[in-house]
Nanobody, 120 residues
Framework: QVQLVESGGGLVQAGGSLRLSCAAS????????MNWYRQAPEKQRELVAT???????NYLNSVKGRFTISRDNAKNTVNLQMTSLKPEDTAVYYC??????????????WGQGTQVTVSS
């Protein structure tokens, strides 16, 4: 059914940049609100960025001005361009979509995660 596969993580120096990609199948990214979450060790998972079907976006306050979420409808992918990276950005980053279910709320679909490590 729905499958999300992230790529692009790695090790980078503080101040550097990385571009994460999420390849989707079973859903049309142009018709769904797509999210990036992250989870650092011993921390709660937090929502980093959202791109809505109308292309408006929301960002976690601590990444505003540094991260940009976008989508490529032709490739059915969602991207997260990260610049000016800080050690506190170190986490596993997950692609996510929430699919509405009648009478039951929403069902979450997640990618496998990709590790981002920022050294000082």
């Amino acid at each position: 059914q729905v499958q999300l596969v992230e790529s692009g993580g790695g090790l980078v120096q503080a101040g550097g940049s990385l571009r994460l990609s999420c390849a989707a199948s079973g859903i049309d990214v142009s018709s769904s609100a797509m999210n990036w979450y992250r989870q650092a060790p011993e921390k709660q998972r937090e929502l980093v960025a959202t791109i809505f079907s109308g292309s408006s976006t929301n960002y976690l306050n601590s990444v505003k001005g540094r991260f940009t979420i976008s989508r490529d409808n032709a490739k059915n992918t969602v991207n997260l361009q990260m610049t000016s990276l800080k050690p506190e950005d170190t986490a596993v980053y997950y692609c996510n979509v929430k699919v509405p279910i009648s009478w039951s709320g929403r069902k979450d679909y997640w990618g496998q995660g990709t590790q981002v490590t920022v050294s000082s």
